[in-house]
C-alpha cells in the first residue's frame, strides 16, 4: 500500500517513528552514498556556467562561423541560424544537462536510464578521445605561434628566409610598388603561408599521408606542453578545472573586444563588414544553407561531445539548468556574431591593403588562424602585440574545449569503476593524457596535417550525428516522454513546456535526421591544398566514423547476453532502466526512485529534508504533486 509523504506508518494504533528519521551525518544512517561524496561537484554555481560558456565558445566560433555566414547570405544567414537553434540546439542542449544533473553520472554510467543503448556511450567516448588527440595538436600549433610572436620583428613578416620560395610575395613590396597597374597574385604565396606550411609543418619533407617523415621535434615540444597544461589544469577534476575557468573562459572576451575596436578603426574595415553581413536573402531558398546552419549550431555548442553531460553531472540536484541553458546557448550565438565583425573588420583592412576584393583574403578553418590574420597582423603598428593577443585569444579557447573532452573521457570510466579509480582519478587522468600525447605523436610529423585533416573530417562526422539522434529517440521513445518531463519536474520544480516537447519528439529528431542523410549524399572525398587523399585513406577515415555507430549494436548485444529469459524478454529487461537508477543522493529520491532503494520507506526523503531543513521546501511540495500524479495513472490503469 502507498502511503503519503505526511504520513506515517501506525502499528497497533501507536505512531512509529521511523527508523530513518536520522540526521544526514548519522553514521547508521547515513543518507549520501559513497560515490556522489567522492565524485565531489564544482565549488560554486559560476564554475558550471563558465564552464559550458568556455567549452561551446571555443575556435570554432573564430575561424568558422564568420566564414559561413559571408558565404552563405551574409546577414540573411542569421535566419536560418537562429531557428535552427531554436529547433535543435537549445532542446538538445537542455536535454543532455537535465540527463547529467539528474543522475549525476558521466556518458557510460548514464546509460542505467536503458542499458541497452549503452553503446551509445560506448561511441561517444570513442569520438570524444579522437577528437582530444588532434584538437590539443591545435593548440599546440596556437603555443608555437603564441612563442614566435614574442620577437620584435615577427618571422612571417617578410620573405628572405631559408624557408622562403621564389614565388613568396612580400605585401610590403606590394604597397611600395607602382600602384598604377593591379598586381596578379594568383601565382604568388604570401610570407606567412610558407612560414606555416614549409616552416611550421615543414610539409615539403613528406610526400602524402603514408609517408610522415621525420618528427618536428618544436612541434613535439609544444604538443607535449599543451597536454601538460591540460593535466596540471584537469588534475583535481572540477574543482581545479572549475577554478582555472574563471580566467580562460572570460580573458577571450576581453581581447577579443579589443580586436574589434582595433578591426572596426582600421582604414577599409567597412569593406569586410560589408562583405560579411549584406544580407542576400535570395540564399535563403537553398537548403544548403540552412544545412550549413544546422550544422554549425551543432558543432557549435558541442552537443553528443558529452562535455555538456558531464559537466552537469557535477551540479547540486537542483541547479536551474534551465536558466543556463539559455544563457550559454544565446551567449555563444552573440560571441560568434562579435567574432565575425572583429575576423572581417581586419580582413577588409587587408583587402585595401593588398588591392584585393575581400573573397580572396577570407577564408575559413585553420587557414585563417594561422595564414591569413597572422598576415594581417604585419600590416598593423606593434604587430607582435596583436598577434600575441590574438594567439592567446586561441590557446585559452581551445585549452577550455580541451577540459571538456578530458573530463569527460575520465569521469566515464571512473564512473564505471568508481571504487578502484576514483580514488586514483589524478593518476588515471595522468595515463589518460600521457596515451593521447602517444597516439598524437603522428601528428607532429612532417606530414602531420594530412592526419590531423583525416581526424578532423570523418572522427566527428556522421557518427556523431547518430550517437545524438539515438540518445534523442532513447529517452524520448524507450524511456518516454512522460516520464522523462516528470524527472525535470521533481529536480526543477515544474515541466518543460509544449517547446521542448514538440523539438524532442519531432523537430530535432528530423532535423538531425536531414543533417544525416545531407552528410551521406554530399559526401566528398578528403583534400588538403591540391592534394587528394588516397583511397586508403578513405576508407580508414570512413571506419572511424562507422566504429563509433557500430559501438551501438555491439552495446545491445552485450546487454542481451546478460539478461535471462527469451530473446524479446532479455531485449525488454535491457531497455528498461536498472533498479538504481535516479538521483544520486538518496535524499533527492523521491515517488517511484525511492522503491528502488533496499529498505528505504516512502517518508524517507521528506523526513530528511524536514530535519535538515526545518520545514517543506517546494520541492517536496514538487514531489509529492509528482507522486499524487503517478497514483492517479496508476488507478486509472487498474480501472
Known sequence: MHLSYLELEVAD???????????????????????????????GR??????????????????????RAYTNGGGAFLVPYFIMLAICGIPIFFMELSLGQFSSLGPLAVWKISPLFKGVGMGTILIVSLVAIYYNMIIAYVLFYLFASLTSDLPWQHCGNWWNTNLCLDHHVIKAGNTTFPVNITNTVSPSEEYWSRYVLHIQGSSGIGDPGRIRWNLCLCLLLSWTIVYLCILKGVKSSGKVVYFTATFPYLILVMLLIRGVTLEGAWKGIRFYLTPQFDHLLSSKVWIEAALQIFYSLGVGFGGLLTFASYNTFHQN??????????????????????????????????????????????GLAFVVYPQAMTMLPLSPFWSFLFFFML????????????????????DEFPYYLRPKKASFSAVICIALF?????????????????????????????????????????????????????????KPGPYFRACWMVLSPLTMMALLVYNIVKYQPSEYGSYRFPTWAEVLGILMGVLSCLMI?????????????????RVQQASRPTMDWGPSLEENRTGMYVASLAGSQSPKPLMVHMRKYGGITSYENTAIEVDREMEEEEEESMM
Open 46 to 67: 559560476l564554475d558550471f556556467l563558465l564552464s559550458c560558456i568556455g567549452y561551446c565558445v571555443g575556435l570554432g566560433n573564430v575561424w568558422r562561423f564568420p566564414y
Open 13 to 43: 494504533g501507536e505512531p512509529v517513528t521511523p527508523d530513518l528519521l536520522v540526521s544526514p551525518s548519522s553514521q547508521d544512517g547515513d543518507l549520501g552514498s559513497e560515490c556522489p561524496e567522492d565524485r565531489g561537484n564544482w565549488t
Open 321 to 366: 539548468i534551465y536558466r543556463d541553458t539559455f544563457i550559454v546557448t544565446l551567449g555563444n550565438a552573440i560571441t560568434s556574431i562579435l567574432a565575425g565583425f572583429a575576423i572581417f573588420s581586419v580582413l577588409g583592412y587587408m583587402s585595401q591593403e593588398l588591392g584585393v576584393p575581400v573573397n580572396q583574403v577570407a577564408k575559413a578553418g585553420p
Open 438 to 494: 602517444l597516439m598524437g605523436l603522428i601528428l607532429t610529423t612532417e606530414g602531420g596535417m594530412y592526419w590531423l585533416v583525416l581526424l578532423d573530417d570523418y572522427s566527428a562526422g556522421f557518427g556523431l550525428m547518430v550517437v545524438v539522434i539515438t540518445t534523442c529517440l532513447v529517452v524520448t521513445r524507450v524511456y518516454g516522454m512522460k516520464r522523462f518531463c516528470r524527472d525535470i519536474h521533481m529536480m526543477l520544480g515544474f
Open 395 to 414: 590557446l585559452t579557447l581551445g585549452l577550455d574545449s580541451q577540459f571538456a573532452f578530458m573530463e569527460t573521457i575520465v569521469t566515464a570510466v571512473t
Open 553 to 569: 549494436p555491439i552495446g545491445m548485444v552485450v546487454a542481451v547476453l546478460q539478461e535471462e529469459g527469451t530473446l524479446w524478454e
